[in-house]
């Protein structure tokens, strides 16, 4: 069973490792997520990988001390031997990993997330099915345009000058629901 979880991954150390295609894909998503703790390992780097990672780049693979130091590892486009080899240091040191494609090395799955601004909406079929969860993305991101960003931050500051004047939480929720029903944003409860 899976539990969704959003973890503020600027206060975690994060690693990346692996090659070609499957690294830049994963970089590109925690580079969209602004993952500032990041260092990507790459054995052999291709020159992609360097353009990609820039400083962040130790071209080889981490020691068992680097998975130590780090609180979630990604694994992308290794062997599967050494995908093993990395999760099994990862869960003696008790670091969460991920290694992509492969379900039964995975500590943790990455759900397809759309985003409008700090509005994040994550899909996830468990890893059963990516391609399911992106598709479905996809669609609701049609139901979903930018202007939800905007939306969301009228509703944060709206939380965060009620809460200063203490109002309680269940105010905070009715004046918040009143904003989503007088402007249509949803359809009615």
Known sequence: MTVPLALDLALLPVALVGTGPPLIKRLNFLDGERVPGLTVYAPAPEAAVVEAAGA???PRLPTEAD???CRLLFV???PFVQSAGLAA???DHRVLVNVEDSLPLCDFHVPAVLRRG???ISISTGGASPTLARR???WLGDLMPAEWDERTRRIAALREDMRSGR???AQVAKATDAIIDN???LPPR
Do not use: Q, S, T, Y
Request: no cysteine; proline share 4%.
């Open 118 to 120: 700090e509005l994040a």
């Open 167 to 169: 109002a309680d939480p």
């Open 183 to 185: 402007e249509g944003w």
């Open 89 to 91: 240091f990862a869960r």
């Open 136 to 138: 479905l993305r996809a």
């Open 67 to 69: 998975i130590a130091a």
């Open 76 to 78: 992308a486009g290794l």
């Open 56 to 58: 962040r780049l130790v």
